[in-house]
């Protein structure tokens, strides 16, 4: 049977901005539960589709097998599976996808009860090694650096002592703590726990890194007048991407601490779409509230070659 249809975010945004086509092949770096990948197809093109999540593979059922393809392989592989300079278009939908944070068994989110996992794959550490098994500063650096939670410290001494008597193993359990060692909801709108559930998560799956290598390779994958679009759901991976765009198209100096250094008078290698990121409209918000804090930033790739990283 058929998986149910998924809303993405900012599809027409990103249909506009990619402009699929009979006859071109587009990578979905990030196929989730196939929302782009349908619209892709359905405007006649090509799909290579990227997840590392086996999962995923449920949703492909139906899709037409003579023009798409679906690799359980980070999206930084891209390039060595499409090859260089191959593809007419890229895009990634970056984040934890709704159907990983609506199968409680995942252990994504903490508004449901299951296994403190958080792997988009099958294989590394779990949250629950981590949270159990990191000195309390890596802890501590974790939730600050990639949650911006100011109360880091706080949060990981507290998990330190309890872990001492009985390790963590639930997310419920672990939402419930963290929320009780802050103070309690005083009537926040955000639940205590988002920012340390967010660190967690990106931590486990190494979701920046992948994202600075995953931007590379589409740079390496695009035909010259290809096009990148990516969707960004929080404020760390939006300056990964603002900052790799701005500097291959010229816009700054040099490198930033998110991207290599490079050989100084390199020509750019994309030509930015528009200026700054393009937000959900307000009825995409009312829709579906995870869009809220969506961005959509996009480029062209130019003819000029493939960046090479300062030795």
Known sequence: MTAAPHTSVLL??????MKPA????????????GGYTRAFLAAGASVIAFDR???????AEGLPADRFRLVQARFSEMAEVAGEGAVDAVALDLGVSSMQLDESERGFSFMRDGPLDMRMGEAGPTAADLVNGAETAELARILYVYGEERQSR???AAIAKRRAEQPFSRTLELAEFIEKALGGRRGAKVHPATRSFQALRIAVNDE???LEEGLVAAERTLKAGGRLCVV??????????KTFLAVRAGRTPGGSRHAPPVAAGAPPSFQLLFNGAQAPSAAEVEANPRARSAKLRAAIRTAAPVWRDAA
Do not use: N, Q, W, Y
Request: proline residues 2%; without cysteine; aromatic residues 8%.
């Open 12 to 17: 027409d945004e990103v249909l506009a901005a």
């Open 22 to 33: 009979k006859g071109e092949t587009v990578v979905d770096g990030t196929f989730g539960a």
């Open 53 to 59: 999540d086996p999962t995923a593979a449920r949703f």
């Open 154 to 156: 706080r949060i990981a």
């Open 208 to 210: 920046l890194s992948e």
């Open 232 to 241: 960004t759901f929080h404020s760390l991976e939006d300056r990964i991407v």
